[in-house]
């Protein structure tokens, strides 16, 4: 199996490494040698064209890999020597037009570039069946966990209802710190520090406006449901407004707060949404702290099962990417496993459920004047649109103002929002609603 790598940043030297560390492994378990036909990496050579590349692994062992170097990408994906592509530079322009000629050239692909699969994935699956070879992506959605391999051959027998997955680091880190530092840790300090751990995309406004985790939900609600990638239909909503009071609250009230990708069958097509959620504390998923990554899925046999994992890192990445390889090389001659897991054939639109029509509890937090009568005019709201306080906090006046914490029974959003409306604008209500949903396990 000669595999050819475009790109060398992180993941492409974890690749590296894995391969060298384990060859003796993969030999082991699959009785072929993986071979480094070629590496292109875009920019400037960052190894000296030497012919030679030194990698090391965390304990300090160093291998030396020979292979022929390009500075031009494209020169791997025309290189006879090459049977498989990892496609390893990101962005969606440049890469898009690598794989398509990768597979024009008849090359099998592994990638890990969710947007790319997002965004173009229905187009590339199509040339790749054309084509006769193979294009894989686990490393796309949650890193090191194997959640593609998981609900596409583990659970195949299965009729997916819903997943719902905290499948961003960066978000997570950031929601957990807040949680454990309490009220004096500021939202752009975490970022912060999450990039500095190098899990933050290039622009990090991917993972806090919650687009990355839009990418890998895409994927894995087509994988689970055998509809086309649908991107632009996935409802986004990041984790900028969510403060450290309202994860103080949501402690109070037996919640932690987590950033869920959510995909869920119902009568109506298919929800898909991204979006900060309360979570009640003794979920597993709550549970899910820092940089890791978990998926949940609810199947009608095997029931739920979980899977957590590392999400992002030069390891847990390659661990992923090179797993693919493998399991190409083990396909080799047979057309493999459908992208999708389903036959092309039967793959299926549903309607996406606009957000609007999707039924869910919620916190509400706002503030205002301490003065007799306010209760009775906010239940008299709620009531106009028959939503039932489940559970209220007021907290004592401060400068003649009181805020209060409504935790809802479940609500279409439609109503929700046109109460919050209405709630803001009473003349007791200072300033805007803050309005979280509830993430609600049920089946
Ligand atoms: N930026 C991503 C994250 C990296 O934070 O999870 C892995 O896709």
Redesign the pocket.
């Known amino acids: 199996m000669r595999i050819g790598i475009c790109g060398l940043g992180t993941v492409g030297f974890g690749v590296l490494t894995l391969i060298a560390k384990n060859a003796e492994e993969i030999r082991r378990k699959t009785g072929f040698v993986i071979e480094i036909a070629q590496v292109g990496n875009r920019n400037a050579d960052p190894l000296g064209l030497n012919r030679q590349i030194e990698v090391a692994s965390a304990k300090g062992d160093t291998w030396h890999i020979s292979t022929q170097f390009t500075s031009d990408i494209f020169d791997v994906v025309r290189n006879p020597d090459v049977d498989v592509v990892l496609e390893l530079i990101g962005g969606t322009d440049v890469a898009l037009k690598l794989v398509t000629e990768a597979i024009r050239n008849r090359k099998h692909v592994v990638t890990?570039n969710?947007a790319l699969i997002a965004m173009h994935g229905d187009e590339i699956f199509a040339q790749a069946a054309a084509a006769g070879v193979q294009v894989r992506f686990e490393a796309?959605?949650?890193?090191g966990i194997p959640i593609v391999k998981s609900i596409r051959e583990g659970l195949a027998a299965n009729r997916i209802a819903w997943l719902v997955g905290i499948?961003?680091?960066?978000?997570?880190?950031i929601l957990t710190e807040m949680e454990q530092a309490g009220t004096n840790l500021r939202f752009e300090d975490v970022l912060k520090e999450?990039q500095q751990l190098g899990?933050?995309?290039a622009d990090?406004t991917?993972?806090v406006e919650g687009i990355?985790?839009a990418h890998?939900l895409t994927i894995l609600s087509s994988i689970a449901f055998g509809t086309p990638l649908q991107f632009a239909a996935v409802y986004t909503e990041g984790i900028s407004g969510i403060t450290s009071e309202d994860i103080r609250y949501a402690d109070e009230l037996g919640y932690r707060i987590r950033h869920l990708g959510i995909a869920r069958k119902s009568e109506n097509g298919v929800e898909l949404r991204v979006h900060p959620a309360l979570i009640r504390k003794e979920e597993m998923l709550a549970q899910v702290n820092g940089?890791m990554?978990a998926v949940m899925v609810a199947s009608d046999s095997a029931g739920r099962t979980m899977y957590y994992g590392a999400?992002?890192?030069a390891g847990p990445?390659a661990s992923a990417v090179v797993a693919d390889v493998i399991d190409i090389a083990r396909s080799e001659g047979s057309t493999g496993i459908a992208n999708l897991g389903f036959t092309p054939k039967d793959i299926q639109a549903l309607p996406v459920v606009a957000i609007e029509e999707i039924a869910c509890p919620c916190y509400l937090r706002f503030s205002v004047l301490d003065q007799p009568g306010v209760m009775a005019q906010l239940s008299t709201v709620l009531s106009q649109h028959d939503i039932s306080i489940e559970a209220l906090i007021q907290k004592d006046a401060h400068g003649g103002n009181a805020e209060i914490v409504i935790v809802t029974n479940e609500v279409i959003e439609k109503s929700i929002n046109a109460s919050i409306v209405e709630i803001e604008a009473l003349s007791v209500v200072q300033g805007d609603v803050t309005r979280i949903r509830i993430a609600d396990l049920h089946e």
């Open positions: 890990a969710k796309a959605i949650a890193g499948i961003n680091g960066t978000t997570n880190y999450a899990y933050a995309e990090p991917f993972d990355d985790a890998k940089v990554n999400g992002a890192g990445t």
